[in-house]
């Protein structure tokens, strides 16, 4: 299995506070994703990463924002959390974005719960 | 609009069966396509990866076919067990982040 680890792995919060959760990776990937899982919809991104620094928006991005800071760690941050962000979300990882060949590995998951 | 399409939504088979899950997808300039397995209250597992040049894939009774002039894949698993019962999320990467299909619920009843 990739070296991908989430924390929290489960989180309760109440409406209007912010939570951050945090991806670690020891694989030295370039690409770090989020996605959230939600029934009915399944896996979405939220913001990806192609580098130190350098993000960039997906389908759902609107109250999440991201950083990264080193290699491995990816964080997801909800500035300010809603009932709607209740949700199961997934880190991965990639070693290249364009190449054919290329697979991408996921983490173990982040139930957050919005109250 | 680059979308994933997986059906059935739901299929449920008698052991032993062998059987067949689908995908579409909009756009045919991909880079590969993954099949992932994921049980209930857990993470995805990655089955097989298609890249845009092969046609098929292969790991022990799973097959994987790509076709991308149609824009489909099939996974098929054969002799199916009830240990096979998950969803199976077919995803298609266009750009560096992949594409997911709502999935496939897979029940194989012993």
Redesign the interface.
Known sequence: DAGITQSPRHKVTETGTPVTLRCHQTENHRYMYWYRQDPGHGLRLIHYSYGVKDTDKGEVSDGYSVSRSKTEDFLLTLESATSSQTSVYFCAISLAGGSSTDTQYFGPGTRLTVL | KQEVTQIPAALSVPEGENLVLNCSFTDSAI??L?W?RQDPG???T?LL?I???QREQTSGRLNASLDKSSGRSTLYIAASQPGDSATY?C?V?W?????????TRLSVIA
């Open positions: 880079y590969n993954q992932f857990k993470g995805l990655s990866l890249q845009s040049s999320l995803a990467r750009s560096a982040p992949l594409v997911f299909g709502k999935g």
